[in-house]
């Protein structure tokens, strides 16, 4: 009987082994097959500078008068001749839109109570144009109509372009990211495989933004407006993650 039971009980202790060995077994399967390959991971950035072929033009007119109304009213009819001359120009009204409109009460602090001056209405005309001759020309006629604000000329690149640069700075990018990888697998002793992820990050253009603040007092001075546009920059960089075998 205790021969018996002691064989019985051997039986088990094997079964227990030998589940314990399967269960070690299968997770040691599971393991591999879910583990990622080896990776390497490069970037490539490339900085360009292009011309731009728009110019945004922001101006307009500010009217000081005793009521709210009557300043409203002398800068509508200012704003409106200002828009007529400039479509004169060629300029689609799709192109003159208003970029910043406000009425407040102004008031001088310079007494020992405050005084109020009337009521400034300021409206600033966003221009943009793809003739970047005209930008002086829009500025002087602009203030022939009595404009009296000048702010600024930004030179940008249209959508049209913008597109086409990009696409053209983000393949140059990833040419040079892959040239990277393959300098650095090289010098490992190992190949190249498959892109597993590719991401693009900090691309911009810096537009060209040329301060003018020109105001009525300095418009008397001025001789015919003369602005020259300067190139855009450009950058891209693009990330790639790549199999080695």
């Known amino acids: 009987m205790e021969t018996k039971n002691a064989l019985q009980f051997g039986l088990v202790v094997v079964a227990i082994i030998l589940a314990a060995g399967l269960v070690t077994v299968s997770s040691s399967k599971f393991q591999v097959n879910t583990?990622?390959?080896r990776t390497i991971q490069v970037s490539g950035t490339v900085e360009n500078s292009v011309e731009p072929d728009q110019a945004e033009i922001f101006l307009?007119?500010?009217?000081?008068?005793?009521?709210?109304?009557?300043?409203l009213e002398q800068n509508s009819q200012i704003s409106n001749n200002i828009i007529r001359v400039i479509k004169r120009l060629g300029v689609l009204s799709?192109?003159?839109?208003?970029?910043?409109?406000?009425?407040y009460e102004k008031y001088d602090y310079s007494k020992e109570k405050r005084t109020s001056l009337g009521f400034e209405t300021t409206h600033i005309l966003k221009i943009t144009t793809k003739n970047l001759d005209d930008v002086g020309v829009i500025i002087d006629d602009s203030v022939?109509?009595?404009?009296?604000?000048?702010?600024?000329?930004?030179?940008?690149l249209s959508k049209d372009k913008e597109a086409e640069v990009k696409a053209q700075v983000l393949d140059s990018a990833a040419v040079k990211a892959k040239e990277k990888a393959n300098s650095l697998a090289d010098s490992l002793g190992l190949s190249l495989g498959k892109p597993r992820s590719?991401?693009?990050?900090?691309?911009?253009?810096?537009?060209?933004?040329?301060?003018?603040?020109?105001?009525?007092?300095?418009?008397?001075?001025?001789?015919?407006?003369?602005?020259?546009?300067?190139?855009?920059?450009?950058?891209a960089t693009v990330s790639i993650t790549y199999e080695i075998l």
């Open 94 to 103: 799709g192109d003159i839109e208003t970029y910043s409109f406000n009425i």
């Open 144 to 156: 022939g109509a009595e404009a009296n604000v000048i702010q600024s000329v930004t030179y940008t």
């Open 198 to 235: 590719i991401s693009e990050s900090n691309f911009y253009y810096g537009s060209i933004n040329r301060y003018l603040g020109y105001t009525k007092d300095t418009f008397g001075a001025m001789e015919s407006t003369s602005i020259q546009p300067a190139d855009v920059e450009l950058r």
């Open 60 to 71: 307009g007119v500010k009217v000081l008068a005793d009521t709210s109304k009557e300043s």
């Open 35 to 37: 583990q990622d390959p």
